[in-house]
């Protein structure tokens, strides 16, 4: 249920209100919109709280939600939610570019591969300290020590920096070093997990469980959303179909209907979602067409030797320079902003293949 507030009503007001709500024994969300304060009550509410709002002062309508996701639901927030993280805007007619390794494998590595990433125009350096992986015996990360090496890496090459948490025990340290934490297609409803992330304020990229609903990814987002973090992202990663050829199949259509369903920002992954590096790019320029807020993709500067094995999907640093060009002008044809600074070509002409 969602209280419309009018446009002429108070703070003091809301607060009125809200603590009514509240006293009711359900929650009180506030949603502070362009044109209308809206209330999102979540519990289970008294068949009589809803007349009793109605006839309140300053309150304009009582609405119904027949989600089960209401505060991801674009009925309660009805504008865009725009995350800014140190200047980086995620979210509205912005799109952001987030590159790097699947995981971190040395000082050396990550810290190259951050240069390369700031060069092209790129605003997040990815990388994975821990890994889930399908088989126990595939290489796990380098833990607590990769998350150092990721966070000097951005600290010196002014980029934000993203890597994927898998247990509730691991969020705090994870955020210590991370400006955004990744929780992995496996993880999507491992609810310990997410309900430690609503406890926090950090920025969450939440990716779509591979065989996850539209409703059940937006019921994993609301867990977080519920506990106190608004900061929540939703990633298109791929999902799985009968077919073969490719990795995972990416489901395009989820980047408008989420839009039209949440406020949250979208991102695509298109690396994770085709496991092919020549599907990586259109893949990529059709995300931005469908109107996607960003991107996650894979770029290594030796991904034939990756030690996880995920180079057949990372991009070679060339190509990632080259289609953060060509996605600068997608952007402008779909009303996205990307102006970052970019380093000249010549800068990655030892990477071409």
Known sequence: MIVIT??????????????????????AHVSRGTDRTVIGIVGKAEPTLAEHLRQM????????????????????????????????KIGGDNLVIMGGPCAVETPEQIDEIARLVKAAG??????????????????QGVGVE????????????????????????????????ADILQVGTRNMQNFDLLRKLGTIQTPVLL???????????????????????????????????????????????????LQQLSHLPVISDPSHGTGRRELVEPMSKASVAAGANGLIIEMHTDPDNSMTGDGVQSLFPDQFAGLLKE???????????????????????????
Request: one cysteine or more.
């Open 57 to 88: 002062k300053g309150v304009e309508n009582v609405i119904k939600i027949s989600k089960s996701y209401k505060l991801a639901s674009r009925d309660f927030h009805p504008d865009d939610t725009v995350i800014d993280i140190k200047g980086v």
């Open 6 to 27: 009018n446009s002429s009503i108070t703070e003091e007001r809301i607060g009125e209100i809200t603590a009514y709500i509240e006293k009711s024994g359900v929650q």
């Open 146 to 177: 990769g998350l150092a090496m990721m966070a000097e890496a951005g600290r010196r090459h002014g980029l934000l920096t993203i890597t994927e948490v898998m247990t509730p025990e691991y969020v705090d340290v994870c955020a210590e070093y």
């Open 207 to 257: 990716k779509r469980g591979f065989s996850a609903t539209y409703d059940e990814f937006l019921n994993a987002a609301e867990y977080m959303l519920a506990g106190g973090n608004p900061n929540v992202m939703l990633c298109e990663r791929g999902i799985r179909t009968f077919e073969q050829y490719t990795r995972n199949t990416l489901d395009l259509a989820a980047i408008p209907v």
């Open 327 to 353: 996605l600068e002008q997608i952007a402008n044809i779909v009303g996205k902003r990307f102006d970052t600074e970019k380093a000249p070509a010549e800068a990655f002409a030892s990477w071409k293949i």
């Open 122 to 139: 790129g605003q997040v350096l990815r990388g994975g300290a821990f890994k889930p992986r399908t088989g126990p015996y595939s290489f």
